[in-house]
């Protein structure tokens, strides 16, 4: 759960570096993460930390994908 309030912030600043629709995108697919790790809390609680990694990673390779397509369109 740690790794995931990591990742929100990370979610929340792209605001710096993304159209606002990203941004909205992005923290609804937060959101759905964080009810996820909520589900998985007792049951697996060894897959949160591999969901806040896929977190963190999903960010960083949308953040270089919409760089390179922006870049690429301009």
């Given at each position: 759960?740690?790794?995931?309030?990591?990742?929100?912030?990370?979610?929340?600043?792209?605001?710096?570096?993304?159209?606002?629709?990203?941004?909205?995108?992005?923290?609804?697919l937060?959101?759905?993460?964080?009810?996820?790790a909520?589900?998985w809390?007792t049951?697996?609680?060894?897959?949160?930390?591999?969901?806040?990694?896929?977190s963190?990673?999903?960010?960083?390779?949308?953040m270089v994908?919409?760089?390179?397509?922006?870049?690429?369109?301009?």
């Amino acid at each position: 759960m740690g790794g995931l309030a990591c990742a929100f912030f990370l979610y929340a600043a792209s605001g710096l570096l993304a159209p606002w629709w990203v941004v909205v995108v992005l923290l609804v697919l937060w959101v759905f993460m964080l009810l996820l790790a909520i589900l998985w809390w007792t049951p697996h609680p060894r897959r949160l930390v591999w969901l806040a990694v896929f977190s963190v990673v999903f960010w960083f390779v949308t953040m270089v994908a919409g760089g390179i397509f922006l870049d690429w369109t301009a």
